[in-house]
């Protein structure tokens, strides 16, 4: 079945840095969307961005269907960021299939 | 609106014992979802209905049963449970395909 990369795994930041979050995909996925969970476990979702990019304040987004991945840019971290950060996609039908996550911990 | 709520929030259960989980939601969707996390991974898809009287299974069906009798409610039945089903289990509903999904609180399973 379609594997799903996130990259990196695990990342720690000091408040105020900015970083880029990675999703690949091995195979064309529809209805690409980012998740954030935050430590008490809720899932929110970011964004819905099959393609192109898609911004909302702090947090931008950009997929390449034809290259097969997705970015997720935070700028400027706070501390309320911390938590996992998930991409997903459906690979036709209604399946939907996440990455493993990243663990971000942004330090005060 | 609720948005989407799940019931129970906790549970323990012993080795071979059944229970249901309950997924509402109050906004009209036509689909449903019922997924597993389980510690350092992401999320697997164990059933799905795309309306009213229908499920599908998903990446993790097995040791699972679902229901969907009315719209708004999606049960996830474990009939014989085995400590291999201790996760920590998510709802999520969506309007129609290619929409966002709206996730619930979660219900935490530990079968001993």
């Known amino acids: 079945g379609i594997q799903v990369e996130q990259s990196p795994p695990d990342l720690i930041l000091q408040e105020g840095a900015n970083s880029t979050l990675r999703c690949n995909f091995s195979?064309?996925?529809?209805?690409l969307q980012w998740f954030h969970q935050n430590p008490w476990g809720q899932l929110i979702n970011l964004f819905y961005?099959?393609?192109g990019t898609k911004q909302n304040g702090r947090l931008s987004a950009t997929t390449v269907a034809t290259e097969r991945y997705s970015l997720l840019y935070i700028s400027s971290s706070q501390t309320t960021d911390s938590g996992v950060y998930f991409c997903?996609?459906?690979?036709?039908?209604?399946?939907?299939?996440f990455g493993a996550g990243t663990r971000l911990f942004v330090k005060a | 609106n609720a948005g989407v709520t799940q019931t129970p929030k906790f549970r323990v259960l012993k080795t071979g014992q059944s229970m249901t989980l309950l997924c509402a939601q109050d906004?009209?969707?036509?689909?449903m979802y019922w997924y597993r996390q389980d510690p350092g991974m992401g999320l697997r898809l164990i059933h799905y209905?795309?309306?009213?009287?229908?499920?599908a299974k998903g990446e993790v069906p097995d040791g699972y049963n679902v229901s969907r009798l009315k719209k708004q409610n999606f049960l996830l039945g474990l009939e014989s449970a085995a400590p291999s089903q201790t996760s920590v289990y998510f709802c999520?509903?969506?309007?129609?395909?290619?929409?966002?999904?709206?996730f619930g609180p979660g219900t935490r399973l530990t079968v001993t």
């Open positions: 997903a996609g459906n690979t036709g039908g209604f399946k939907t299939i």
């Open positions: 195979d064309s996925v529809n209805n």
């Open positions: 961005i099959p393609s």
């Open positions: 906004m009209n969707h036509e689909y």
């Open positions: 209905s795309v309306g009213e009287g229908t499920t």
């Open positions: 999520a509903s969506i309007k129609g395909a290619g929409l966002v999904q709206y």
